[in-house]
């Protein structure tokens, strides 16, 4: 996956998580969190077949993808919204 802002600019060191609901994406509950690379790139590995959310933190941009056996797949995600915090 890369992690990219919204003129598609790849994003560096941005910590990304996987899920396997959308719900858990939602509440921060992770099946895998990585960093991303200096090309805004990460890998995850070793994910049984199934759906998977992913998101970063602190953003309201998430995408969802099957996982096939054997199959390496690649995404993209592309963050532009921020989640706002209410000023105290």
Same mark, same amino acid.
């Given at each position: =996956? @890369?992690?990219?802002? /919204?003129?598609?600019?790849? $994003? #560096?060191? =941005?910590? /990304? %998580?996987? %899920? @396997?609901t959308?719900?858990?994406?939602?509440?921060?509950?992770? @099946?895998? %969190?990585?960093? @991303?690379?200096?090309s805004?790139?990460?890998? &995850?590995?070793? $994910?049984?077949?199934?759906? &998977?959310? &992913?998101? #970063?933190?602190?953003? !309201?941009?998430?995408?969802?993808?099957? #996982?096939?056996?054997? $199959?390496?797949?690649? #995404?993209?995600?592309? $963050?532009? %919204?921020?989640v706002?915090?209410? !000023? !105290?």
């Open positions: =996956m @890369t992690v990219i802002d /919204s003129v598609g600019t790849p $994003l #560096v060191s =941005m910590l /990304s %998580s996987i %899920s @396997t959308r719900q858990n994406e939602i509440e921060g509950i992770y @099946t895998q %969190s990585l960093y @991303t690379d200096a805004g790139y990460v890998t &995850y590995i070793n $994910l049984a077949p199934g759906y &998977y959310w &992913y998101g #970063v933190p602190g953003w !309201k941009n998430f995408g969802a993808v099957q #996982v096939y056996a054997g $199959l390496d797949q690649y #995404v993209y995600l592309l $963050l532009n %919204s921020p706002n915090h209410p !000023k !105290k």
